[in-house]
């Protein structure tokens, strides 16, 4: 039974920074590629960043936070993070955690998810 549990999310000013974890149950590499999607309300869900789980390190952004988000994993404790700096009121949103069994971490439809935390910039 795969779980992924996200945690840090919360309320910032505009120009500030949060930190979102992703607890993976299991062995982070049994995935082959980790990301964080968003949804805000009204709008679609959409690919905010991704990372590959084995072999050598290999990230994905999307435009709108590249360079401003950071994303990282932690194969030894089953972590993911996303470090998002010089946050906007358009980053207003529920951020979820997704993992991938196989295939490309980017633009390739996920097959786990965890709930959900909500992220609030004003």
């Known amino acids: 039974h795969v779980q992924l549990v996200e945690s840090g999310g919360g309320s910032v000013q505009s120009g500030g920074s949060l930190r979102l974890s992703c607890a993976v149950s299991g062995y982070l590499f049994s995935y082959n590629c980790m990301a964080w999607f968003r949804q805000a309300p009204g709008k679609e869900r959409e690919a905010v960043a991704a990372?590959?789980?084995?072999?050598?390190?290999?990230?994905y952004y999307s435009d709108a936070v590249r360079g401003r988000f950071t994303i990282s994993r932690d194969n030894a404790k089953s972590t993911i993070s996303l470090q998002m700096s010089s946050l906007k009121t358009e980053d207003t949103a529920t951020y979820y955690c997704?993992?991938?069994?196989?295939?490309?971490?980017?633009?390739?439809?996920?097959?786990?998810w965890g709930r959900g935390t909500q992220v609030t910039v004003s």
């Open positions: 997704a993992a991938l069994a196989y295939g490309g971490c980017w633009g390739t439809t996920y097959n786990f």
């Open positions: 990372i590959r789980t084995t072999g050598g390190i290999a990230t």
